[in-house]
């Protein structure tokens, strides 16, 4: 793959935890493109939310959510060590609290919340203007960019998946159960499939990858010999 290829959008929706980022940020290096994790961006409004105490045992109080909504800025910056756009939360690095299990556990009802889509949606595709990006998230072929070039959708067996999770966590000292990643995992496809507001669907012209059989390296080449198609 060449970097005069003409810079395309490439969407990536899927189920949780079945390393959407993880391919998204190897290609986006590979064709020299930005990688956005629009995850990270509905992780960090909740962390907001946690912090806030507008979410208080799981449950939300949308007045003060709408309400704080203006004071809520996040954005990303290039973090020269790990080569990487770290997300920033009012002007804090938030790139490791965010992945914590308890912002996983609430953030589907937060990315649910029209108001946060709106808002989330606009700095997307602020981002996505110049093209030769690659962002991953639930609604990036249907809603973000419906005319990206190249949509994936992916997705991999439940079970793989928290186990892939599990691993992640671990590696990095959480201390966490592997029934309570797939219990989560679980719950949140089903809330981000059953959503009003965007909810996670395949774009009808989107490409299934499933990943469950696949090693990191399969993938990547699975996906760039999709970019050079087009
Ligand atoms: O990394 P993982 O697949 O587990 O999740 P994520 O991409 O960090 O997204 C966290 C949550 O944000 C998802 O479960 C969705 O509820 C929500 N999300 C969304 O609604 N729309 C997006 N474009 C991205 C994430």
């Not at 990270?40 to 909740?46: E, P």
């Not at 595709?125 to 809603?143: A, N, Y």
């Not at 010999?225 to 087009?230: E, G, L, R």
């Amino acid at each position: 793959m060449t970097e005069n290829h003409h810079k395309i959008i490439i969407a990536i929706d899927g189920h949780s935890s079945c390393g959407k980022s993880t391919v998204a940020k190897e290609v986006a290096k590979k064709l020299n493109y930005i990688f956005i994790d629009s995850g990270a961006m509905y992780r960090a409004v909740t962390l907001y939310c946690l912090r806030n105490k507008i979410i208080e045992n799981g449950i939300i109080n949308f007045p003060r959510l709408e309400e704080d909504l203006d004071k809520i800025k996040v954005c990303f910056k290039f973090n020269p060590e790990s080569q990487h756009n770290d997300i920033w939360l009012n002007g804090e690095n938030v790139e490791n609290e965010i992945r914590l299990l308890e912002v996983s556990q609430n953030v589907s009802p937060v990315a649910a919340v029209g108001a946060v889509r709106h808002l989330l949606v606009a700095l997307q595709q602020e981002m996505g203007k110049s093209k030769g990006i690659v962002m991953d998230g639930r609604d990036i072929g249907t809603v973000v960019f419906p005319d990206a070039e190249l949509k994936i959708f992916m997705t991999a067996n439940p079970d793989v998946r928290a186990k892939r999770r599990f691993d992640e966590l671990t590696a990095k000292g959480e201390s966490v159960s592997y029934e309570e990643i797939r219990a989560n995992i679980i719950e949140r496809d089903r809330y981000d499939e059953t959503r009003e507001e965007s909810p996670l669907r395949k774009a009808d012209d989107a490409i299934v990858l499933d990943n469950s059989d696949m090693t990191r390296e399969e993938q990547l080449i699975w996906v760039l010999s999709q970019v050079a198609k087009n």
